[in-house]
């Protein structure tokens, strides 16, 4: 089983209240082969809802409690991120999950790159705090930009 991003899946999720639905994603979970989960739905945040970053770090600095996640009126929600990627993980122990599809940038699902805590669009290198959770999981990350390898892999 894969676990994917919702909003890939073209679930209306994101914090605008709008999916980012990529196609050959969506036929992953009508499928079967993979599930769609938002992290941050998991951890109860409304849709729509405030858009956050991550200030003071990446995903790795959130789940070490050297960074937070903030909303841009400085709003910390750092907790219902943390019990989001908490909600996940445990899917993914269940559902003996090997391989994710992560949506890029976010601060929560983001691979490899996301936003600089500062709302001005600006990435650093780094990931979103599930990535990193997964990832200290062992698990397997692969984003929309290069879903493709997750068939060539065997996943």
Do not use: W
Not at 37 to 45: D, Y
Not at 80 to 86: P, S
């Amino acid at each position: 089983m894969i676990l994917v991003s919702a909003c890939l899946a073209g679930v209306k999720c994101r914090y605008d209240g709008e999916h980012r639905l990529v196609e050959n994603i969506r036929q992953l979970t009508t499928t079967g082969r993979a599930m769609p989960l938002c992290p941050e739905v998991l951890g109860g945040r409304p849709i729509p809802r405030e858009p956050v970053e991550i200030t003071g770090g990446t995903g790795v600095d959130v789940l070490d409690g050297r960074a937070k996640v903030v909303d841009k009126n400085g709003g910390d929600h750092t907790q219902e991120i943390l019990d989001g990627v908490t909600e996940f993980i445990k899917a993914v122990k269940r559902m003996n999950v090997t391989a994710v599809i992560m949506k890029t940038k976010s601060p929560a699902c983001g691979a490899g790159r996301v936003y600089d805590g500062t709302f001005t669009g600006l990435l650093i290198d780094g990931d979103g705090v599930l990535t990193a959770a997964l990832k200290r999981e062992g698990i397997k990350i692969y984003t929309e930009e290069n879903r493709e390898e997750i068939f060539l892999n065997g996943n």
